[in-house]
């Protein structure tokens, strides 16, 4: 089965860090494009970033860019997010998401992960 | 950044009736090498994550029911839902994934009148 779990989450300080990984099983991870999308309480998707599949090439929206750092460890099927200087907008759930194309970096999202809860707050 | 916009924000339809939303966005997202619009519809329930509907503004994904259709080229899309049934009330986003900084549309919720 595809699958897609994420974890790290939790309650930070602003101005802190956390790491989030997205374990990937049920398919050849190395082969294609992840992406993080994160949903503010009661609110709409925003996308965060991509990485393609070989992770030479990374992109960010500019909400994040400067602040979180995406990678990938492909001989462990794990996504990561490292978000650092943490802000109160950055409290969301977090989705790791693939990318329906096979070695395409822009591609629509066929699976999704349940999510992991980031709370920013003192 | 490709800003997306849709329409209605919300709207009720009777169960068996025709549900459609619009998605716009700010710039062409069909990609001319390869006639394929990068416009993609989700659709997300109550504390689940979104489930893909349709890619390439038109295909619909593996298992979704053909009552849900998408059209549309450029800058303007519509997904149809023909007949609305029950499981159907969510939220609904269209995506571009034309640039390389993919953008959500704000989402439109289906309810039953």
């Known amino acids: 089965e595809v699958q897609l779990l994420e974890s790290g989450g939790g309650l930070v300080q602003p101005g802190g860090s956390l790491r989030l990984s997205c374990a990937a099983s049920g398919f050849t991870f190395s082969s294609y494009a992840m992406s993080w999308v994160r949903q503010a309480p009661g609110k709409g998707l925003e996308w965060v970033s991509v990485?393609?599949?070989?992770?030479?090439?990374?992109y960010y929206a500019d909400s994040v860019k400067g602040r979180f750092t995406i990678s990938r460890d492909n001989s462990k099927n794990t996504l990561y997010l490292q978000m650092n200087s943490l802000r109160a907008e950055d409290t969301a759930v977090y989705y790791c998401?693939?990318?329906?194309?096979?070695?395409?970096?822009?591609?629509?999202?066929?699976?999704w992960g349940q999510g992991t809860m980031v709370t920013v707050s003192s | 950044d490709i800003v997306m916009t849709q329409s209605p924000d919300s709207l009720a339809v009777s169960l068996g009736e025709r549900a459609t939303i619009n998605c716009k966005s700010s710039q062409s997202v069909l990609y001319s090498s390869n006639n394929k619009n990068y416009l993609a519809w989700y659709q997300q329930k109550p504390g689940q994550p979104p489930k893909l509907l349709i890619y390439?503004?038109?295909t619909r994904e593996s298992g979704v029911p053909d009552r849900f259709s998408g059209s549309g080229s450029g800058t303007d899309f519509t997904l149809t839902i023909s007949s609305l049934q029950a499981e159907d009330v969510a939220v609904y986003y269209c995506q571009q994934y034309y640039s390389t900084r993919f953008t959500f549309g704000p989402g439109t919720k289906v309810d039953i009148k």
């Open positions: 998401a693939k990318s329906i194309l096979w070695f395409g970096g822009r591609g629509a999202f066929d699976i």
């Open positions: 990485i393609y599949s070989g992770g030479s090439s990374t």
């Open positions: 390439w503004a038109s």
